[in-house]
């Protein structure tokens, strides 16, 4: 594709990839809600993929309540979680934090099952995206559409998940500088939050956290000890898969020059000149 097959298309298609933080769904929501379908794949998730593991765990907590539990096993209540595109927290304290279950930890077991669970759920979410193409136009007459990727979409290890996004979207990579990263470092100091780690990032680091703090066990670590040690390694681990990523199937722009985009006009010109750079 040319920048200007890109600026002439009928309808434009686009997947937002980075870290977590540098600005996807920002970008995304600054794009006009009356043109633009904007497909949250943390929502999908949510709501779909991950909806029944999600309930089982509140319901699990809710049944340690004795007055709660009574009232579950008679039906007289009923619990659902209140996922919004704006709050994904109920995916996020599924997904939880690995270390000390005394301290609000998971279990190493239990933390690889719901690592395994997220991880196949996104990349059914990003095989929904060429469905939802077609339906948001149908249905809804969006001509244009934007996918809002989650941070490990790099490390799906589901080819035909990217295939098909890079068939029925322009991938855009939004790559932060070093002052960025830092920026992002620093916040998941302050509040360190759940994460996806892939099975090779966990094999090789946790056995290196286990050994700078002189522990046996992740369990007898805070969970969040684990989450601030290991974000900084995870951004050095997902930069080069995004770069090929992009290499491959996409596009490449400063996260900087997307923080600047402000109109639909300012996100077009984005896409124009990142396909421009790769040309």
């Known amino acids: 594709m040319t920048p200007e097959e890109f600026r002439r298309a009928r309808r434009k298609a686009v997947t937002l990839m980075g870290m977590s933080g540098v600005g996807k769904t920002r970008l995304a929501n600054r794009l006009p809600a009356t043109r633009w379908f904007i497909y949250s794949g943390d929502y999908r998730i949510g709501t779909q993929y991950l909806r029944e593991p999600i309930l089982d765990n509140i319901k699990l907590r809710a049944m340690e309540v004795p007055f709660l539990r009574d009232l579950l096993r008679s039906d007289s209540i009923y619990i659902e979680s209140n996922i919004t ?42 095989r929904d995206v060429a469905p939802f193409i ?20 790099c490390e799906l290890g589901d080819d035909g998940a990217i295939r098909a996004l890079a068939e029925h979207t322009v991938i855009l990579y939004l790559e932060a500088s070093s ?58 681990h997902r930069r080069p898969l995004y770069g090929r990523l992009a290499a491959e199937h996409g596009y490449t722009a400063p996260a900087r020059d997307a923080q600047q985009a402000r109109t639909e006009a300012d ?11 790769a040309r």
Do not use: C
């Open 179 to 236: 002052a960025e990263e830092e920026e992002l470092v620093e916040r998941a100091r302050a509040n360190p939050k759940p994460m996806y780690y892939s099975p090779e990032f966990l094999r090789r680091r946790l056995p290196e956290f286990l050994a700078a703090q002189g522990l046996e066990d992740i369990a007898q670590a805070p969970p969040d000890d684990f989450a601030r040690w290991a974000f900084p390694r995870l951004i050095d």
């Open 134 to 153: 077609e339906k948001a136009e149908r249905i809804y007459g969006y001509r244009h559409f934007v996918n809002d990727a989650g941070g490990s979409i």
């Open 267 to 277: 996100f077009v010109d984005l896409v124009a000149s990142a396909i421009n750079s």
């Open 85 to 126: 595109v704006h709050n994904l927290q109920p995916i996020s304290t599924f997904l939880g934090k690995l270390g000390d279950p005394g301290q609000g930890g998971l279990p190493r077991n239990e933390f690889f099952r719901r690592q395994e669970l997220h991880r196949r759920a996104e990349a059914s979410a990003m």
